[in-house]
C-alpha cells in the first residue's frame, strides 16, 4: 500500500518537473505560447508600449488594432499583471492569450465589437474596465464574458471583481449579461443613456448577489424602479448622480448594508415627511456618507427627513443655490422610549454655498465632535438669532481651520453686509433683533426715544423762552450772549437722555 502511494507520489513529481520544464522551454527556446503551437510570438507589444514592473502600458499609443495572439503570445515571459491600453482607436475586442493579467484597461477607445470569450483565459483578471467606448446594447452579448467550463458554475469568469461599462452606448443590457460574472462586487453603468431601468436591466443587475458597488451617475434616470435594490444584499457603495430623479427613491429602502450614497445633481426639490411626493430618505441605518450637492431646485430640508440616518457621520449637502431652509431637527430622530430626541454622530458637515440665512444650533448634537466643517458662502441674517454662530460656531470653524470664519459672511440686515463672522466674533459684537418684516424694532424704539426726549426737552425751553420773553431779556440776548444761552440748551441734554436710555 505504501509503496504504491510513494510511487504514484514521485510520477507526480516526475510528471511535474517535466510539466516545469516543457514551461520554461517554451518560454526560452520555442516558438509557442500555450497550447498553440502554431503561434509565433511576435515582441511587437514591448516595442509599442513600455513593458516594466509587470505592467504593460500602452496608453495613448496610437494603438488601432487589437492586439494578436502572436503579439500576445511575446508577453509569456514577461507575465504581466496589468495591461493598459487606454485612450487608443481600437474598435474590436478579440480573444486574449493565456496570461496573468489582472487588470486590463480598455477605457477611451472606439470599442463597438467584441469577440465571444475574449477573456476566457485571463484566469486572474480581476479588473476589466470598458469605459468610454462605443458598445451598444446588440453588441454587449453575454457570451463576451465567458469563462471555461467549470462543473458547478456556467462557464464563469470567477476571478472577475470589478467592471467598467461606463459611458457607452447602451440604453438596456441583456438580462444574462452578466450570468458568467457571478462574483462580481463593483459595476459602473454610468453615462449610458438608460433614461429608465427596464425589467431586462432589472434582472440582469438583480443576478449580482455579490454587487458591493453599483455606479448609476448621469444615466438619465427618472425613477428608481421597486425590487431593483432588493437581490444585491451587500450593496455598500450607491452612486445615482445625476438623474432626474425628483424624489428621494423610497426603493433605497432595500440597501439594507449602504455605507455611502451619492444623490447629488437630481432634481429634487424637497424633503418633506408630509408630503408623499417628497418623502425624505428611508431608515437606512448604515449609512455613513451622504452626498446631496449641486441640486440646482432644492428648497428645503423638512423635519426628520434625514432622521432615518442613524449612524449618519459626513454629510455633504453643499452647492445647493435655492437651498434656504434645513430643519433644525432635520437629522434628529425620536428615541426608543418616545420621549427624547437623538441625533447621529457627525463628523463631516458640508454645508457651504447653499442659500441658508442660519445655521440652527440643534441641528448637530455635539458640534465640538466634528471633525471637519464648512458652512462658508451662504447668506447669512446677522441678528441676535444667530448670535450663537458668532459666539459658538466660529470658533467650531475655526479649530479646524485658521481664517475659515471669515467666510462666513453676513448678507442682512442691510446694515450688517460684508461683516465676516471671525470679525464680530473678534469684536465681541452683540447683534440686534430685526422682527419678521424685516424692521427693526430697537431702531424703532430709539427714535421713539429721541422723540421723547424732544419733547421732554421743549416743554422747559418752552417756558424758559416765553420766562425770558415776559422779562423783556430778548433786547439783551440779541446783542451780546446767545452762546451762553446754548452751552446751558447742550449741558442738559446728555443729563435727560442718561435718564431715558
Ligand atoms: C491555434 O491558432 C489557430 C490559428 O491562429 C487557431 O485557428 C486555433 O484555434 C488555435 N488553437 C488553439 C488551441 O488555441
Ligand atoms: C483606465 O485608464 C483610464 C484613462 O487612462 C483611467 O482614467 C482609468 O482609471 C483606468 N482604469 C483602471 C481600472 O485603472
Ligand atoms: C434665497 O433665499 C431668499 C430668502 O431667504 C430668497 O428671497 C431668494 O430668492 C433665494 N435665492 C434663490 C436663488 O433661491
Ligand atoms: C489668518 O489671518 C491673519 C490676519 O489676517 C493672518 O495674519 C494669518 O496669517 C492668517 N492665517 C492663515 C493660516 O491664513
Redesign the pocket.
Same mark, same amino acid.
Given at each position: 500500500m505504501k509503496r504504491s502511494i510513494l510511487y504514484f507520489l514521485s510520477i507526480l513529481l516526475l510528471a511535474g518537473s517535466g510539466m516545469s520544464e516543457d514551461e520554461d522551454s517554451d518560454a526560452t527556446e520555442a516558438p509557442q505560447a500555450g497550447a498553440n503551437s502554431t503561434i509565433v510570438p511576435t515582441d511587437y507589444i514591448c516595442r509599442a508600449c513600455v513593458c516594466k514592473d509587470g505592467m504593460v502600458n500602452c496608453?495613448?499609443q496610437n494603438v488601432q488594432d487589437f492586439f494578436s495572439a502572436a503579439d500576445w503570445a511575446g508577453l509569456t515571459d514577461f507575465k504581466p499583471l496589468?495591461v !493598459?491600453l $487606454?485612450?487608443n482607436e481600437l474598435k474590436s475586442v478579440t480573444h486574449v492569450l493565456e496570461l496573468p493579467i489582472e487588470?486590463l484597461?480598455l477605457?477611451?477607445n472606439s470599442i463597438d465589437t467584441m469577440e465571444k470569450a475574449s477573456f476566457r483565459d485571463l484566469q486572474k483578471i480581476r479588473?476589466l !474596465?470598458l $469605459?468610454?467606448n462605443r458598445l451598444t446594447s446588440a453588441a454587449l452579448s453575454p457570451h463576451v464574458f465567458e469563462g471555461r467550463y467549470s462543473p458547478e458554475e456556467y462557464e464563469p469568469l470567477a476571478t472577475m471583481r470589478?467592471l467598467?461599462l461606463a459611458y457607452n452606448d447602451l440604453h438596456s443590457i441583456n438580462q444574462d449579461l452578466f450570468e458568467h460574472l457571478t462574483e462580481l462586487t463593483e459595476l459602473d453603468m454610468s453615462g449610458n443613456p438608460l433614461m429608465f431601468i427596464d425589467h431586462v436591466t432589472l434582472i440582469a443587475i438583480s443576478s449580482l448577489p455579490q454587487l458591493k458597488v453599483l455606479r448609476l451617475r448621469s444615466c438619465q434616470l427618472k425613477e428608481i424602479p421597486d425590487k431593483f435594490l432588493h437581490t444585491p444584499r451587500y450593496l455598500e457603495r450607491l452612486d445615482i448622480s445625476d438623474n432626474q430623479l425628483t424624489a428621494v427613491p423610497q426603493e433605497l429602502e432595500e440597501t439594507k448594508n449602504l455605507v455611502y450614497l451619492n444623490i447629488n445633481q437630481n432634481p429634487i426639490v424637497r424633503l418633506d415627511k408630509k408630503d408623499e411626493d417628497f418623502l425624505g430618505f428611508p431608515t437606512l441605518s448604515k449609512l455613513k456618507e451622504l452626498h446631496m450637492s449641486n441640486m440646482p431646485e432644492l428648497t428645503y430640508i423638512g423635519e426628520g427627513t434625514l432622521s432615518g440616518l442613524e449612524n449618519l457621520e459626513s454629510l455633504h449637502m453643499c452647492l445647493n443655490e435655492k437651498l434656504s431652509y434645513i430643519h433644525p431637527k432635520a437629522l434628529a430622530r425620536v428615541d426608543g422610549s418616545g420621549e427624547a430626541y437623538v441625533w447621529p454622530t457627525l463628523k463631516e458637515l458640508y454645508i457651504h454655498s447653499n442659500n441658508l440665512s442660519e445655521v440652527d444650533s440643534r441641528l448637530v448634537a455635539r458640534w465640538n465632535l466634528l471633525e471637519a466643517i464648512d458652512v462658508s458662502n451662504n447668506p447669512y441674517l446677522c441678528e441676535c438669532s444667530t448670535q450663537w454662530m458668532v459666539d459658538v460656531l466660529t470658533t467650531v470653524v475655526e479649530m479646524k481651520k485658521e481664517n475659515a470664519s471669515s467666510l462666513m459672511v453676513c448678507q442682512e440686515p442691510i446694515e450688517m453686509r460684508g461683516k465676516t463672522m471671525k470679525h464680530l466674533h473678534d469684536i465681541h459684537r452683540t447683534m440686534r433683533c430685526v422682527d419678521k418684516y424685516g424692521n427693526r424694532p430697537e431702531r424703532d424704539g430709539a427714535i421713539l426715544m429721541g422723540c421723547l426726549i424732544g419733547v421732554l426737552l421743549a416743554v422747559p425751553i418752552m417756558l424758559t423762552i416765553v420766562l425770558l420773553w415776559r422779562r423783556g431779556y430778548f433786547a439783551w440776548i440779541g446783542a451780546s450772549g446767545p452762546s451762553d444761552f446754548h452751552r446751558a440748551f447742550y449741558k442738559r441734554a446728555p443729563h435727560d437722555e442718561n435718564n431715558y436710555i
Open positions: 496608453n495613448n496589468q !493598459d $487606454s485612450n487588470i484597461n477605457s477611451r479588473v !474596465d $469605459s468610454h470589478t467598467s
